[in-house]
């Protein structure tokens, strides 16, 4: 089963879907010019942001399965598309642009979120610190619910304890239903914390 989300990266909002994952820190995408990438991703052309900045600074990530390597660029990374005040945008975020992949026949998603922490201490490197430092979150945690239903599961950004108004992780699935008019685009906020989650609706059951 893989579990991924939308992000929405530039000034023109391109839609990419993603796995998260906890077990790194780097944010990932494929390039427009991607080599050996799988046919069926959407790719990312920095150049149809007008906030996007191109580095020389070349990396190589290496899982338990694949390899990706690419580029640094710097653009605008978030969780909805219409950006409010107070939204989970970043600005001059770093993603690597990658341009060759290898192994990755069966990954569903165009990329990777990385929701760990930069080992050296770079909060530039870490999407969860970043959201912390700039004051999104009050806390630099993240809480996954995962349902078999789309509709049901959750990305909590923040430290779900803090407040006790926090509604059921549980939804009643009939009312969900009631609201079906529910977007990704969506993100809720309790007045009195900095506590945010997102409608992961993208679920896939590999046989």
């Known amino acids: 089963m893989q579990y991924y989300c939308k992000i929405f990266l530039g000034t023109h909002k391109e839609s990419m879907n993603v796995i ?15 080599q050996n990438c799988r046919t069926y991703t959407n790719k990312y052309d920095p150049f149809l942001s007008n906030t996007s900045k191109i580095s020389n600074e070349k990396v190589n990530i290496t899982y338990a399965k694949g390899r990706v390597s690419g580029g640094i660029i710097e653009d605008s990374i978030s969780f ?15 993603i690597v642009l990658v341009d060759k992949e290898e192994n990755l026949t069966g990954t569903l998603s165009d990329g990777i979120v990385g929701m760990g922490i930069d080992m050296e201490g770079k909060s530039r490197n870490s999407l969860i610190y970043s959201l912390y430092e700039t004051g999104v979150i009050s806390t630099p945690q993240f809480t996954f619910y995962l349902s078999d239903s789309k ?50 609706f993208h679920i896939f059951m590999l046989i």
């Open 20 to 34: 998260l994952d906890s077990g790194s820190n780097l944010v990932w995408v494929p390039g427009k010019n991607c």
């Open 80 to 94: 909805i598309k219409k950006h409010k005040a107070g939204s989970s945008e970043l600005t001059d975020f770093r």
């Open 151 to 200: 509709k049901l599961s959750r990305l909590y950004l923040g430290n779900i304890y803090q407040n006790v108004y926090l509604r059921e992780l549980k939804l009643d699935e009939d009312k969900e239903k009631e609201n079906n008019k529910t977007t990704d685009k969506e993100t809720i906020t309790k007045s009195n914390t900095n506590i945010k989650y997102f409608f992961i």
